[in-house]
């Protein structure tokens, strides 16, 4: 090794040097650039709801805070009950399988056991032979949305009659119950689950 080769190791260091503090330095500001991303689009995400719009969808809206998206719950819960009452309830002989599946999608285990027990009473078999149709009348719907899961109470009235219109009865329908987040999904659009539900219906008129 000549003298030359030994006076260029000193500035073979000192570039490694530069090399290596540019290297830590791009890295530092990719990942400070990664984090501010992350915390902006974290923030984004955070102050986003979904509030109803007037046929009943769920629309995205933004710029929210977190603590304000209870307030738009309301409208969502109220109509995900009116959704599963409609569904579970106006029904007739040619579309009782079809809505009740839908219905189901909106309710957990008590929504299951509850037409287990009306079938096991031949309440749907009825129906079908009898060429029955219901039709519910919704009278109001109570929501205590400042607890969760939330609180409703179902106020309405179910008529049955058979399709020429001879026969009919109504029921007064009372069903208290309570409703959980859970994740959106194409049959289950406002991410709400009705459980712990408890029917009370009494026939208060009867016609022919």
Do not use: C
């Not at 007037?54 to 977190?66: C, E, F, I, R, S």
């Amino acid at each position: 090794m000549d003298l030359k080769s030994l006076k260029d190791i000193p500035a073979s260091f000192a570039l490694a040097k530069k090399s290596l503090l540019f290297g830590l330095i791009i890295s530092t500001l990719v990942s400070l650039g990664s984090l501010t991303w992350a915390f902006f689009t974290t923030q984004s995400i955070r102050d986003t709801a979904y509030v109803i719009t007037k046929d009943g969808q769920a629309a995205l809206m933004q710029g929210v805070n977190v603590s304000e998206i209870d307030s738009y719950r309301k409208p969502e819960i109220l109509n995900h009950v009116r959704m599963f009452h409609t569904a579970f309830w106006e029904i007739d002989e040619f579309n009782y399988k079809r809505n009740i599946d839908k219905a189901l999608y909106l309710a957990g285990t008590s929504g299951k056991q509850l037409y287990k027990t009306l079938d096991a009473n031949g309440h749907f078999a009825k129906i079908s032979t009898e060429n029955l149709k219901q039709k519910l009348i919704i009278d109001s719907i109570k929501v205590n949305d400042k607890v969760k899961p939330y609180q409703s109470i179902f106020y309405g009235k179910l008529r049955v009659l058979r399709t020429d219109q001879k026969t009919e009865s109504i029921n007064e329908l009372r069903a208290k119950f309570v409703l959980h987040n859970v994740s959106r999904t194409d049959k289950n659009p406002h991410g709400l689950l009705i459980e712990n539900y408890h029917l009370d219906l009494k026939p208060i008129e009867s016609k022919k």
